[in-house]
């Protein structure tokens, strides 16, 4: 005889397997050994083109959230146009200090201004820490963020021709953001400045990187940049995760910091990634886009600091071949020369000088930092850069405008890791949850098997 209970079981079992594997959001859903439940997410639950899928949704909304409850919170709001709320140091979790972050603030303005730019749009303004700096130098601004609560902060502060609508950072081309910058621009006149500041690490995967990329490089005028600023560096993060962990346990056997480490990376809940992603998304654009990669030069020694950096991207064709640009790798030293030894190795230009050791990420003789690089630059017409090929090591390049060039240093193809994508572990922890509640409405005091989740589908970069 069988065992009544034994096929009530099984019945069961089926008819969540069935339940779970007609949910849109899965492809497929099927038994496990170890009464694990596998399932699939359907491919267009974690896209993005041509609209983000549920998943994606789900992981702005997140961010939307987070950013809401911090705005709401402000516990480090100092002034109207100074809200330094969620800026805190990941290894000791204080605030950043605001000298260092108004340094931050300011590199970020200089690094815009540089563009000259008349019309900004900004994505994902927050609560405009950089339009309050930015509106009142130029002809229009207009800035959109996912929270409710920065855009009508922003709106209340009234600031001179500009206009804030909320709307995320894929959807430059949306009805809502043509309306404000026709409002601000005038029908139809398109920005000269596309900027993202700080907002990547929010973002889902690489193919929504590409969307965003996609949809600014078309909404800018010819001529005009986008500016993707803040950027967490994808082959920097053992060294950040690195540094975090050794200052939680300083006594720690490097064994143990190396494992910690390793599970810490697997587990970031943020995009970073690297400049050659980003040249990989440009090749199928159809626009001619040059891309200069700007090290952050500010003189406090942080995360932000060091393992962070910004991207300009030219829109048209380079003023003059950049062939002609000399190369030119560094040999001088640290110390109190280096404002005459940067002179002389810059002259004559146009120039870019390459493989100049990072002094806050390796410690060969020598190194400098960013921000030394900067000062020693004293004002002059000039650029501090990434290496094209060893994010441990930078590159100035004169005149400032020639900067795309460094992209042409003697090619070494660039070490590390490309991309840290926070999408597939997200649909690994909410896609069981949103079958259990599904399959608990259909068959409520079910027994749930675990849900694993096979491999997401890698998203398609555009
Ligand atoms: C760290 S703050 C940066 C704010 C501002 N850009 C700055 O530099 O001060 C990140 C902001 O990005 C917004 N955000 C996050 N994901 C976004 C997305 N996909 N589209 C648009 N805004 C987004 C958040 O609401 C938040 O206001």
């Not at 009142?136 to 021709?161: K, M, S």
């Not at 070494?412 to 259990?436: D, K």
């Amino acid at each position: 005889m069988p065992d009544d209970s034994t096929d009530t079981t099984a019945t069961a079992g089926q008819r969540i397997t069935a339940l779970a594997a007609g949910h849109p959001w899965v492809a497929e859903a099927r038994p496990a050994p170890g009464g694990v439940l596998l399932v699939t997410p359907h491919p267009s639950a974690t896209a993005v083109l041509p609209a983000p899928g549920p998943l994606v949704r789900e992981h702005l909304a997140h961010w939307a959230e987070v950013y809401e409850w911090v705005y709401e919170t402000g516990e480090g709001r100092h002034a109207d146009d100074l809200d330094l709320s969620g800026w805190r140091a990941s290894d000791t979790g204080e605030p950043l200090p605001a000298a260092h972050m108004r340094d931050w603030v300011d590199r970020t303005v200089d690094l815009v201004l540089a563009q000259r730019p008349r019309r900004l749009l900004e994505l994902g303004c927050g609560t405009g820490l950089l339009a309050h700096r930015l509106s009142p130098r130029l002809d229009g601004y207009v800035g959109t963020d996912l929270t409710d609560v920065a855009v009508d902060r922003l709106d209340a502060a009234r600031l001179p021709r500009a206009a804030f609508v909320r709307a995320a950072a894929h959807e430059a081309e949306a009805p809502a953001v043509r309306q404000a910058m026709d409002r601000v621009f005038g029908p139809g006149v398109r920005p000269d400045c596309v900027l993202l500041n700080s907002v990547t690490p929010c973002f889902p995967d690489l193919a929504y990187l590409a969307a965003f990329l996609h949809s600014a490089l078309t909404t800018v005028e010819d001529g005009g940049t986008v500016i993707v600023g803040d950027i967490r560096h994808a082959a920097l993060l053992e060294d950040h995760f690195g540094r975090v962990e050794r200052a939680r346990d300083p006594e720690a056997a490097d064994p143990d910091i190396a494992a910690r480490v390793a599970s810490a990376v697997a587990e970031d809940r943020e995009l970073s990634f690297a400049p050659a992603a980003v040249h990989r998304i440009l090749a199928d654009h159809p626009r001619t886009v040059r891309m200069s990669v700007h090290a952050r030069t500010m003189a406090y020694d942080s995360e932000l600091t060091r393992y962070r950096y910004d991207l300009v991207l030219h829109v048209g064709p380079a003023p003059s071949d950049p062939s002609g640009v000399r190369q030119s790798a560094w040999q001088g030293h640290a110390g109190e020369q280096l404002p005459a030894l940067l002179h002389a190795a810059l002259s004559p230009g146009p120039v870019v000088l390459h493989s100049i050791p990072n002094a806050l990420l390796t410690d060969v003789p020598d190194a400098v930092t960013p921000h030394d690089l900067r000062q020693a630059l004293n004002g002059a017409d000039a650029a501090v850069l990434l290496d094209a090929g060893n994010p441990r090591m930078l590159a100035v390049a004169a005149p400032a405008r020639w900067a795309p060039a460094a992209a042409h240093a003697p090619v070494r193809a660039p070490v590390g890791r490309l991309a840290h994508e926070p999408l597939p572990a997200f649909v690994r922890r909410r896609l069981p949850e949103v079958l259990r509640d599904h399959v608990r409405r259909a068959e409520p005091g079910a027994v749930m098997p675990r849900i694993v989740v096979n491999d997401v589908p890698a998203g398609a970069v555009r």
